[in-house]
């Protein structure tokens, strides 16, 4: 059974006639194995994946879109480098860690439109 992002990579493999050796070129050389446990939501998603495989198969932005967000869905943590950002920035940050189980709906709508770019939503 294929993970959401799984889902859609092996939906471009096919339409694009390739198979696990190839992608596993594409991404760098792994081995077949460490895409299939990939695909199939087994081992986590490595990052830079979703960016070659954009570029790869030349996806339009919706695309890119729809890969990112199933990307997400996929992931259980997020890193933030905490020692490369101004204190303010650390601060906003760990409040955020903190307080982002108990945070509203509307208020969870209001922040993502803010990190989105959406004016609106100041």
Same mark, same amino acid.
Not at 16 to 34: I, M, P, W, Y
Not at 92 to 120: C, H, M, T, W, Y
């Given at each position: 059974?294929?993970?959401?992002?799984?889902?859609? =990579?092996?939906? /471009?493999?096919?339409?694009?006639?390739?198979?696990?050796?190839?992608?596993?070129?594409? %991404? +760098?050389?792994?081995?077949? &194995?460490?895409?299939? &446990? =990939?695909?199939? +939501?087994?081992?986590?998603?490595?990052?830079?994946? =979703?960016?070659?495989?954009?570029?790869?198969?030349?996806?339009?932005?919706?695309?890119?879109? &729809?890969?990112?967000?199933?990307?997400?869905?996929?992931?259980?943590?997020?890193?933030?480098?905490? &020692?490369? @950002?101004?204190?303010?920035?650390?601060?906003?940050?760990?409040?955020?860690?903190?307080?982002?189980?108990? %945070?509203?709906?509307?208020? /969870?709508?209001? @922040?993502?439109?803010?990190?989105? +770019?959406?004016?609106?939503?100041?």
């Amino acid at each position: 059974m294929y993970s959401s992002f799984g889902k859609m =990579v092996r939906k /471009l493999m096919i339409d694009n006639d390739e198979t696990l050796v190839d992608l596993a070129k594409v %991404l +760098g050389g792994v081995s077949t &194995a460490f895409v299939s &446990a =990939v695909l199939t +939501g087994k081992k986590a998603v490595p990052e830079h994946w =979703v960016s070659a495989i954009c570029e790869h198969y030349h996806l339009d932005h919706k695309e890119q879109n &729809a890969l990112y967000s199933a990307y997400l869905s996929q992931r259980s943590y997020v890193k933030i480098d905490l &020692a490369s @950002i101004p204190a303010e920035n650390r601060t906003v940050a760990v409040q955020f860690q903190r307080k982002l189980p108990g %945070l509203s709906e509307e208020a /969870l709508a209001s @922040i993502l439109a803010i990190l989105e +770019g959406d004016d609106n939503g100041l």
